[in-house]
């Protein structure tokens, strides 16, 4: 299926006379390799790309079941065919356990074994197909979930990569509705952590005097109420990761016991004295600025300075706004789809005012936003008309405006398109404008 390239199948067993015939009726369809024994087959094994085993379960020096785990270890996706003059249904049950393909007996029709083989290689090369598209899905859109390509969000992307295979703890610092969870998550899927648990403990939710037993558990008889033993979220995430969200809502009691968990990776449960050690990565977050906390002394600065071993800063939706007409028509697609109504998308003029919009609540304000959009709008297309007046009227303000007052007030609005045009580098900026650098610093400081 993936190219033309002949099949290496790998013939083991100790019988002169089956490896010979195996030889006439496949050597024209693939290539073959003979091992006589289970040592000479597991060299072959190694240094050749094999697709196929036919493996003989009565070899003279290793059981045909121990081969075949190996070879599964070694290669979880190459098919094994198990080739017994018995029947054995309690090894041929073990065999399939072990990731066998199929278990044949002795003697076989050529097209039986034809037909098996084939079934077999078909299988492997629709499974490779699968893994290598998954892994190009992942070099094109690295973050599946995640929409935006603004150069802010890119840098974002990289630095994910780049710390996903590393254990250090993460701290995503955002406004509120940035994707702060998201990123977390994102992390989380591109680690080798990513098929153990994400567990998330809801600082801001959680009141403080339940916080001990979610993160810690408890036995039986902790305190009253506890009526059975409780393992806590820690627990829960052992292999995986542990996303603390709203970080800063913990009190400086709780920030201690954290901090010396994220130290030792060990801790108690309620009521017991056993320590259990949990490997865990920690992955926090906040749309606070944490380090004014610590400097008002609300946040402990030893637990500040360990959480920030990588520090993502999500930027405001209103600092990446060409991310706005994406994540527009990312969230009218999914929601026309979910509501299962016709195509629907927004006018231009409708996408323009939205993108001049500050969306205080960022990327969740818009979800929001265009969900209910969806869902009362008639027409295909949404007009400028059908959004709320504080976004719609943006772009006609100035038209109300005497002339200094909207010359003035277009000055600003261009002058900060270009700006984020240059991703912030005045110099060019001011070039793009054909003003002089240091006129340009005073229009944007009188801006503020
Ligand atoms: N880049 C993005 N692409 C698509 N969806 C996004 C993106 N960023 C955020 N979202 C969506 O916006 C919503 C808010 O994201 P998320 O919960 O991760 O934000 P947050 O920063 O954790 O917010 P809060 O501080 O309020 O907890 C979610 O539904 C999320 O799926
Ligand atoms: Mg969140």
């Known amino acids: 299926m993936t190219s033309k390239k002949k099949a290496t199948i790998l013939v083991v067993d100790d019988e002169a006379g089956i490896r010979k015939s195996f030889n006439m009726i496949l050597k024209e369809e693939y290539h073959i390799l003979n091992a006589s024994s289970g040592s000479e087959a597991v060299d072959l094994y190694k240094s050749h790309a094999v697709d196929l085993v036919l493996l003989d379960i009565l070899l003279p020096d290793v059981g045909g079941l121990n081969l075949l785990e190996k070879f599964k270890e070694i290669d979880p996706a190459v098919e094994v065919i198990m080739v017994t003059a018995v029947k054995e249904v309690p090894i041929a049950v073990k065999a399939i356990k072990l990731g066998a393909y199929e278990y044949i007996m002795k003697p076989f029709t050529v097209d039986d074994i034809v037909a098996v ?161 949990v490997d865990v990565r920690f992955i926090a977050a906040s749309n606070k600025n944490l380090a004014e906390l610590v400097e008002n002394g609300e946040f402990r600065d030893d637990l500040f300075y360990r959480i920030n ?99 003035s007030a277009f000055e600003k609005r261009y002058i900060a398109e270009v700006l984020e045009d240059t991703g912030g580098n005045k110099t060019r900026a001011a070039e793009k404008l054909g003003i002089h650098r240091n006129t340009l610093l005073t229009k944007t400081q009188d801006k503020d």
């Open 117 to 277: 083989i084939q079934r077999a290689l078909e299988k492997r090369s629709m499974l490779q197909e699968i893994t290598y598209l998954k892994t190009e899905l992942e070099r094109i859109r690295p973050f599946e979930h995640m929409v935006g390509e603004d150069p802010k969000m890119k840098k974002v992307y990289d630095f994910i990569s780049t710390i996903s295979q590393s254990d250090g703890t993460v701290l995503i610092q955002g406004e509120s509705g940035t994707g702060k969870e998201l990123v977390a998550r994102a992390l989380h899927n591109r680690s080798p952590r990513k098929r153990e648990p994400f567990v998330v403990v809801n600082c801001a939710a959680i009141p403080l005097t339940l916080m001990e037993s979610e993160i810690f558990g408890y036995n039986k008889g902790a305190f009253t109420g506890a009526l059975s033993t409780r393992i806590g979220k820690l627990e829960m995430a052992n292999k995986g990761s542990v996303f603390l969200d709203d970080i800063d809502s913990l009190d400086l009691k709780m920030q201690a016991k954290l901090l010396r968990i994220i130290q030792e990776r060990e801790f108690e449960r309620l009521g017991s004295n056993k320590v259990i050690r």
């Open 309 to 407: 071993v990588f520090p993502i800063k999500i930027p405001p939706l209103r600092e990446r706004r060409t991310d706005i007409p994406l994540l527009l028509e990312h969230f009218t697609n999914l929601y026309v789809k979910q509501a299962g109504k016709n195509k629907k998308r927004f006018s231009e003029d409708a996408v323009h005012a939205l993108t001049d919009y500050d969306w205080p609540g960022n990327v969740r304000e818009l979800q929001n936003f265009v969900e209910r959009l969806v869902t009362i709008t008639k027409d295909p297309v949404i007009q400028v008309k059908d959004l709320p007046p504080l976004m719609g009227n943006r772009k006609t303000e100035i038209k109300d405006l005497p002339l200094k007052d909207a010359i």
